[in-house]
């Protein structure tokens, strides 16, 4: 008997946006097209000798030819060292299937240019310096990196850089435009789902779905001036006595995430940050600092660093207001009191939710949580964030947890919060009305695989494709070795 879970397996290889069948073995990722955000070194997994291997690379050796892209010899051993330091499974990964995988790229890019997709100049060197900046940040200097990438100067890897994320960008707008306009009916669904073998229906793991309270201590105003006046004496210091900002973030910042880099971002409009940080930003100047200005994660100031067409380098300085314990402990009470009209059935939850909850995403919708991975209101138990997990996993049905303090997970004030499982779903086999959702999503899955498929063999027929004497007997998923 096959496997029931194979059509969860197909779900989980496709998710991954656009994924296109790799030649030979579907697991490949797609990182030879992609600089790792980690450097490649020896003390993170990477052994001495393959380095000296790296170096050693034959370089003028052609493996295939993709209408007017060359690939290298070099392209795949160096694809091959990338994706050990990243510390990918190797045993299903061969020549053959990531020579396919590179020439599908070099397909969709090479169709991009045909079909007059474009990709700028200021988007490819953004991201290259983007790039660059996340290696020296890691590794520790821009020698390191290009002592261990083998470049001689930055210009040679800057343009190395260049070429690979421009073709990256070619070949990911393509897919895009491929899949674009692709949409699954409620019939096409059902025709879907009706054809999977009886004992190939996917089975769901153990779901809840979970709604809660939330209560936000309150900030006194004194406390918010403090924040603001400090924020206006970091931005005097800087401006008047030329105090470097960023030292100023390292010191003073309350953002885990730019705090060490001295609050350094590289954003775009596009870039998820919250509509108000993003707002002031793009109103400034380069050279300038804003005015102090809060968002829901507290008070910040911006300083532009750099303007490159439509991306902005800039550095940000966050701080939060200080909480004083009385307005944790009356957040606290608060909810106490909701909790015990709620058990002595004064109101519903969803009532209580609606009327009580500080919380804007949840309050108006019962206070139902959403799964951020796809926004469906189930979480699976296997798969749930650990923290929510121990909150709820042993409430029974209809009981409402204690008041419990935590931080918030975007980044904010602290929280109390009160907790509710209110459905409950077993494991099971794959029904058709009660999983819709996520039967859909595998029939669209489906359909954008078919359409890759044809969009490849159509493709491959009309383009000038050479492989090399060498790879001619690989086994490949598509008819690359023309007759």
């Known amino acids: ?53 790296f170096k050693k690379i034959k370089l003028d050796g052609i493996s ?27 045993d299903d990964i061969t020549h053959c299937g990531l020579l396919g995988k590179l020439m599908e790229d070099r397909l969709y890019a090479h169709q991009a240019v045909q079909d007059s997709i474009l990709v700028s100049d200021d988007e490819v060197n953004a991201t290259s310096d983007r790039q660059m900046q996340q290696l020296v940040q890691q590794v520790g200097s821009m020698e390191k990196v290009l002592d261990f990438y083998n470049k001689e100067s930055v210009e040679d890897f800057r343009e190395e850089l260049y070429n690979i994320n421009k073709l990256r960008m070619l070949s990911e707008k393509m897919q895009q435009k491929i899949i674009s306009e692709i949409e699954v009916t409620p019939e096409e669904v059902r025709q879907f789902f009706n054809k999977i073998p009886a004992d190939e229906k996917p089975v769901f793991g153990a779901e809840l779905e979970i709604s809660q309270i939330v209560k936000i201590p309150e900030i006194p105003e004194e406390e ?91 550095r940000h300085i966050l701080l939060q207001p200080e909480i004083p314990q009385s307005s944790i402990d009356k957040a606290r009470v608060e909810l106490d009191t909701i909790r015990k009209h709620l058990i002595e059935g004064k109101y519903t939850f969803a009532e209580a939710a609606l009327n009580f909850s500080d919380e804007k995403e949840t309050k108006f919708d019962g206070g139902l949580l959403r799964n951020p991975i796809n926004f469906d209101s189930r979480f699976e138990l296997t798969k749930m964030d650990p923290a929510l997990y121990n909150q709820v ?88 070795v023309k007759e």
């Open 1 to 53: 008997m096959r496997n029931r879970n194979s059509i969860l397996g197909f779900l989980c290889f496709f998710m991954v946006f656009i994924s296109v069948r790799a030649q030979e073995n579907d697991s490949i990722p797609d990182t030879q097209i992609e600089p790792p955000e980690t450097p490649m070194l020896a003390d993170a997994g990477v052994k001495k000798d393959t380095v000296n291997t």
């Open 64 to 90: 295939a030819v993709v209408g007017d892209y060359l690939i290298l010899d070099s392209d795949i051993e160096k694809t091959l060292i990338d994706l050990r330091s990243q510390g990918a499974a190797m």
């Open 224 to 314: 918010k001036q403090k924040t603001i006046n400090k924020l206006n004496e970091i931005k005097a210091d800087c401006e008047d006595n030329d105090a470097s900002f960023s030292v100023k973030a390292i010191l003073y910042s309350q953002d885990p995430g730019s705090k060490s880099k001295g609050g350094f971002y590289s954003m775009t409009r596009e870039t998820p940050f919250v509509k108000e940080f993003k707002d002031v930003a793009f109103s400034l100047r380069q050279g300038e600092i804003s005015e102090p200005f809060e968002t829901s994660f507290g008070y910040h100031i911006i300083y532009i660093e750099k303007i490159r067409g439509q991306e902005l380098d800039l």
């Open 393 to 480: 996993r042993n409430l029974k049905d209809n009981e409402i947890s204690q008041p419990t303090l935590e931080q918030d997970p975007t980044g904010g004030p602290p929280r109390y919060k009160i907790l509710k499982v209110t459905n409950r779903y077993d494991e099971h086999e794959a029904n058709f009305a009660q999983d819709y959702i996520k039967i859909q999503e595998l029939a669209l899955r489906d359909k954008q695989f078919n359409t890759i498929r044809k969009w490849l063999n159509d493709h491959i027929a009309d383009t000038y494709v050479s492989v090399g004497v060498e790879n001619r007997d690989c086994e490949f998923a598509n008819k690359w």
